[in-house]
């Protein structure tokens, strides 16, 4: 399965690098996004990458705040968040944009004073 990591307790305006890495297959051969589950609320697609030209989509409540990006040597999908907001609180997970594969337990990241 999918293995996110990074998440922890931040204050707001503060930064979180999370991670996502499997043994199973390799990343950079698809199209790969972060999504979030905030509590009583449907999962969200927060950002994407293209497998191809590394093309990337920000949801609009993240854009200009979130990155996402790749080390292929790792076999690892990043997502910097700097400026992080109360409303950000959520497990972090990522997958697969098409095909999605088996989810992992995600990261939970808390943003709060």
């Known amino acids: 399965q999918l293995e996110e990591s990074g998440g922890g307790l931040v204050q707001p305006g503060g930064s979180l690098r999370l991670s996502c890495t499997t043994s199973?297959?390799?990343?950079?051969?698809?199209?790969i996004g972060w999504f979030r589950q905030a509590p009583g609320k449907e999962r969200e697609v927060v950002s994407c990458m293209s497998k191809d030209d590394g093309s990337t989509y920000y949801a609009d409540s993240v854009k200009g705040r979130f990155t996402i990006s790749r080390d292929n040597a790792k076999n690892t999908v990043y997502l910097q968040m700097n400026s992080l907001k109360p409303e950000d609180t959520a497990v972090y997970y990522c997958?697969?944009?098409?095909?999605?594969?088996?989810w992992g337990q995600g990261t939970q990241v808390t943003v709060s004073s």
């Open positions: 997958n697969r944009v098409t095909i999605p594969y088996d």
């Open positions: 199973r297959f390799t990343l950079e051969d698809y199209a």
